[in-house]
């Protein structure tokens, strides 16, 4: 059942009101059992309470490891609270106006930025149409031109030992029904193997995969179509080649996919805090509960 942005707000604000009440209720409670606190430290107005230090010790710690812990501990929090009582009565007033703002600033940041998230996870809607990606790939193609070649291969590397590499190749080569039937049944024996063809993988993965490759002979290994086999001391490595791209190429919605849907996840999400927010400001106005006064020429 799709519930509008209003109702939702409305909701809300209502769990949050009975939060509040809830929590002063509590606070109530909490004041009042401050003075039974053991309290292990003063500086000024300001205590530290044993309740505060408690968590933060390992039950695995010694008597004396915990001793020296909390005395450290008493330390530094005395040494904070000392500095910050000399800094409001030493620095200047305009200073300490401006840190007290963008500690303010933080603050309603930090709590509506929360708020914006609870609202937008409770309507997200994460399904993303194939007739969506397609459309935003086609618009938008120019902007997903390759900064680095792809390639789609086959690929086994063999120990150096391997008794039967010439049939493992015609077999790779081939790659029909009865052939990869085959390969799944020795693969064991492979150091590595990659038969899904249909994926495009970016040229530094496959330098990484096939140590005798790299970036200065790629190019004579790597053509459409090619079947190539290196070797070194580690293994004997086989791979035809299906198709690359090089840079500059649009890079194919396949590969594409992902960073399309979270783009487009992510314009969703904007364009519903921004309807949110027209919304809040709408209904406050309508309530009497948010006014712009015209401001003296």
């Known amino acids: 059942m799709q519930f509008s942005e209003r109702r939702v707000l409305r909701a809300l604000r ?7 009440f809830l929590i002063m209720v509590s606070c109530s409670s909490i004041w009042k059992k401050d003075k039974q606190k053991e309290a292990l430290a003063r500086v000024g107005d300001t205590y530290l ?3 505060e230090v408690q968590p933060l010790l390992n039950k695995s710690m010694s008597p004396q490891d915990s001793a020296s812990f909390v005395t450290n501990y008493i330390n530094n929090w005395a040494t904070k609270q ?3 009582s000399k800094a409001r009565i030493n620095l200047p007033e305009e200073q300490l106006k401006e840190f007290d703002q963008l500690v303010d600033n933080y603050r309603t940041d930090l709590y509506t930025r929360a ?3 609870a609202l937008v996870q409770q309507k997200e809607d994460t399904t993303i149409s194939d007739s969506q990606l397609k459309q935003f790939y086609e618009e938008e193609k120019e902007n997903f031109k390759l900064k680095e070649k792809l390639v789609r291969l086959r690929f086994i590397e063999l120990p150096t030992q391997f008794l039967n590499k010439e049939e493992v190749s015609t077999r790779l080569k081939r790659f029909n029904e009865e052939d990869r039937a085959y390969l799944d049944s020795v693969g064991v024996q492979f150091r590595k193997l990659n038969f899904n063809d249909s994926l495009w993988v970016p040229l530094s993965r496959v330098i990484r995969e096939i140590a005798p490759l790299n970036y200065e002979n790629e190019a004579t290994y790597l053509k459409k179509s090619q ?6 001391s580690l293994g004997v ?8 791209l090089k840079i500059n190429d649009i890079a194919p919605l396949s590969y594409i996919e992902p960073t399309i849907r979270q783009v487009l996840l992510n314009r969703r999400k904007l364009d519903y805090i921004r309807k949110l927010e027209i919304e809040i400001i709408d209904e406050a106005t309508k309530k009497k509960e948010f006014e712009v006064y ?3 020429k």
């Open 49 to 51: 309470y044993r309740d």
């Open 237 to 244: 490595y086989l791979t035809k080649v299906g198709d690359i």
């Open 14 to 20: 209502f769990d949050l009101l009975l939060m509040g």
């Open 294 to 296: 015209e401001q003296g």
């Open 115 to 117: 708020y914006k998230e």
């Open 227 to 232: 079947f190539f086999e290196l070797e070194d």
């Open 82 to 84: 000392l500095l910050l």
